[in-house]
């Protein structure tokens, strides 16, 4: 695959701090890139300068092979942005938001095209005012790819949605990369990175701690799985218990849990050791550490602190 995006030693400071510092990697074309970092770690910073929004102290950036401080004006034809909040007039209409957008470019998508990509056809005479939060964030979605760009940022793009209207917009990104777009998404829900992104890079004090996809992250940090079985019968809870299982055992109320790294194994002996004793399981569940787990691991701290 070629390279849409090139970052080399970017650097970014503000007097003494260095808010971007020293971060390098690239995106691929077609694929939808995760940068993820507590607040103030830097991803605002490394987007916005990627995006010709602010101007890097140091370090290079190519975007479809152009140097973005030489040409940024050849850039912003090629790109698409959503911010995290889109300021448009409350009583300006959805199909002549797009329109006056639209306007803004040698080359747009007709409107009505895009209105339907988005979801947003049974909406094109209401005003901005009377949109929900998910039919704002499916707007600010289509004002962004009003150009038909070739690479898109979205910036935090489902952040106080609801898990419905979130999905929703997840649908809507989900088609743009079946379409081959590339995009380079910052999100403040795991899940959400997860579900959507091919690879991601966490950062944490202005620098990329970590970048793979997020199953080789998962896997790579070694962390517990969890197996939770409710309401254990006490002659289990004893065989368990002298079962000598590669697991460490805790309780919370007359929930057993035990924590391996190897859930697959114990879940079988589990299983074969309740067949052999006759006891029934009741619940049981298993669940795989998360990109949530790994963050916190690597950076000590909540996505939002």
């Not at 009003?146 to 419905?164: K, Y």
């Not at 070694?222 to 197996?227: A, K, T």
Request: with cysteine.
């Amino acid at each position: 695959m070629s390279k849409v995006v090139e970052v080399e030693s970017l650097v970014k400071r503000y007097g003494s701090l260095a808010a971007v510092d020293d971060v390098t990697f690239s995106v691929e074309e077609g694929e939808v890139f995760g940068v993820l970092g507590p607040n103030g770690a830097g991803k605002t910073t490394t987007v916005e300068m990627i995006e010709g929004l602010r101007k890097p102290d140091g370090g290079s950036i190519r975007v479809f092979g152009i140097d973005t401080l030489r040409e940024p004006e050849r850039i912003k034809e090629l790109i698409g942005v959503q911010l995290q909040t889109t300021s448009l007039y409350d009583r300006i209409r959805v199909k002549e938001a797009v329109d006056l957008f639209g306007g803004y470019y040698r080359r747009a998508i007709p409107t009505a095209t895009l209105l339907d990509e988005v979801s947003l056809t049974d909406k094109m005479n209401s005003y901005v005012s009377e949109l929900s939060g998910g039919q704002r964030q499916r707007l600010a979605l289509a004002l962004a790819l009003v150009n038909d760009p070739g690479m898109v940022f979205l910036d935090e793009p489902t952040t106080g949605l609801d898990p419905q209207a979130r999905r929703g917009v997840w649908g809507t990104i989900a088609g743009l990369r079946q379409k081959g777009k590339t995009i380079i998404l910052t999100t403040h829900y795991m899940e959400e990175a997860e579900k959507l992104c091919r690879r991601v890079a966490i950062m944490d004090h202005g620098k990329i701690i970590t970048l793979d996809t997020p199953d080789a992250l998962i896997a790579g940090a070694g962390l517990d799985s969890r197996i939770e079985i409710d309401h254990v019968p006490e002659a289990l809870r004893s065989v368990l218990e002298r079962a000598g299982l590669s697991a460490r055992v805790s309780e919370d109320g007359d929930k057993m849990i035990l924590h391996t790294k190897n859930s697959s194994q114990v879940l079988k002996e589990i299983t074969r050791v309740a067949a052999e004793q006759d006891i029934d399981l009741g619940s049981i569940s298993v669940q795989k550490a998360t990109l949530e787990d790994v963050f916190l691991t690597l950076t000590g701290r909540q996505l939002r602190e």
